[in-house]
């Protein structure tokens, strides 16, 4: 209607029904309203209506733009959480982005909901083969073997009185298997009772809980957060590759870079090639040999079932995990001497030569017992005690250490006597 025929203010304003002094600052404003409307999310938006919080929107718009040119997920409760962390970042302890917000910005900015993966056209995502041939090896020959991570899952079902209830795993590892992240566990129950009175902070594991037991958007942000803060104190930048799913942030961390693997059946992340396998093959290992009449107690408890798992975790070789990541080629390290079906085989020699190491021992062990005994000859004879009372005395002392330990470390001495114990029984 500008751009027509010259009609004075006062008729444009009987038009619309909008008093002169209105049509005057339209007209003044003329290029920035256009300007501002062509920018717009919405061009149907007849209001410009800005939010309270400008700063914050403008930081999140920002961070939308760069993951969405990234092809990263930015759904409605990731992008909840990453306003949640911008506005501690920024100072803002009154914002409060929850739904209501999220809804009006979204609005505001023409922000559709993302189309699931299945629903994204070929051309939007880059093909698995493309991506492992192209981006991948310029993504490790930026990083030393002990500087690439992978992360994934794995669920358990509890035993005993809780069995059927479901236990997640985060398992965090490295590429030469120097470094193995201590374990994150999402159980459904928020405060067992088997946890009350231990000193949760200097755990070799930590726990959350979240319903059905998963790792929530919010839980994986959080261990992101935390595994970041670790990498700072070590004085590392490091290489994060882990698969993409709507309960994985995307966060632009200062000592973390994020890299998620395009979804395809021929790429298998590290994790999944053995480590989560043999994993639970130790552990299962560790429940069989429960033995609850010698330790005076029922079914294991979320408590004993935590301790077997950092033990069953500590019992994953390092050559293993790197293995794994050569197989699945997230290593520098080229591939080809790994043969076919190596991994699995890989896995059989390390359970062999572990029983084989178990036999030595057992032998070593029962000399020490022998000259042991020989030697209280000579003082004065106590009586040997009984095994219930050993596993009673383990207990007591796992006790103390779950109240009072001051390191996780302890907990790598203690585990060391309780399988020693279990060798001296055995044998």
């Known amino acids: 209607m500008l751009e027509g025929p010259k009609v004075s203010q006062s008729e444009l304003a009987k038009r619309f029904g909008v008093s002169q002094p209105q049509i005057c600052r339209i007209i003044k404003n003329r290029e920035r309203i256009l300007s501002e409307w062509h920018r717009s999310g919405d061009p149907e938006r007849k209001r410009k209506r800005e939010g309270k919080d400008a700063t914050l929107e403008a930081a999140l718009l920002r961070w939308v733009e760069g993951a969405r040119s990234a092809d990263l997920p930015v759904g409605g409760p990731l992008l909840q959480i990453k306003a949640k962390h911008l506005a501690e970042a920024l100072g803002q302890t009154d914002a409060e982005p929850g739904g209501s917000w999220l809804a009006r910005f979204e609005s505001r900015h023409g922000l559709a909901p993302e189309k699931p993966l299945a629903e994204k056209g070929d051309t939007e995502q880059p093909t698995s083969e493309r991506w492992a041939s192209t981006v991948l090896p310029a993504l490790l020959r930026s990083y030393a073997p002990s500087e690439i991570y992978s992360c994934g899952e794995m669920g358990i079902l509890l035993p005993g009185e809780s069995a059927g209830d479901r236990l997640t795993l985060l398992l965090c590892a490295n590429a030469d298997g120097s470094e193995k992240v201590p374990l994150r566990a999402v159980g459904e129950s928020p405060r067992p009772h088997c946890l009350r009175g231990v000193n949760l902070g200097q755990m070799p594991w930590s726990y959350r809980a979240s319903s059905a037991a998963g790792v929530t958007a919010p839980l994986f942000a ?3 957060r935390e595994f970041d803060e670790g990498m700072r104190r070590q004085g590392k930048s490091v290489l994060l590759l882990l698969a993409k799913r709507e309960a994985r942030p995307y966060l632009q961390l200062p000592n973390v870079r994020m890299v998620f693997v395009p979804p395809a059946a021929t790429l298998a992340l590290p994790l999944d090639c053995g480590v989560t396998g043999n994993l639970k093959g130790y552990y299962r290992r560790r429940l069989l040999r429960w033995q609850p009449a010698e330790r005076g107690a029922g079914h294991p408890t979320l408590l004993d079932v935590l301790h077997m798992l950092v033990q ?6 390092p050559a293993l995990i790197a293995g794994c990541f050569r197989a699945a080629g997230f290593s520098p390290e080229a591939i080809a001497d790994v043969p076919a079906g190596g991994l699995l085989g890989r896995e059989q020699l390390e359970r062999r030569g572990l029983r084989d190491e178990e036999l030595e021992r057992n032998g070593e062990l029962g000399d020490a017992d022998r000259n042991g005994e020989e030697a209280g000859e000579l003082a004065a004879e106590r009586p ?12 007591t002392l796992r006790r103390y250490l779950e ?6 470390d302890l907990f790598q001495a203690f585990y060391e006597l309780e399988d020693a114990v279990h060798l001296v029984s055995a044998g």
């Open 222 to 224: 959080e261990w992101l």
């Open 312 to 317: 069953a975790w500590g019992d994953v070789s």
């Open 403 to 408: 109240c009072r330990a001051t390191s996780p």
């Open 384 to 395: 040997c005690p009984s095994e219930r009372e050993v596993w009673a005395s383990l207990a």
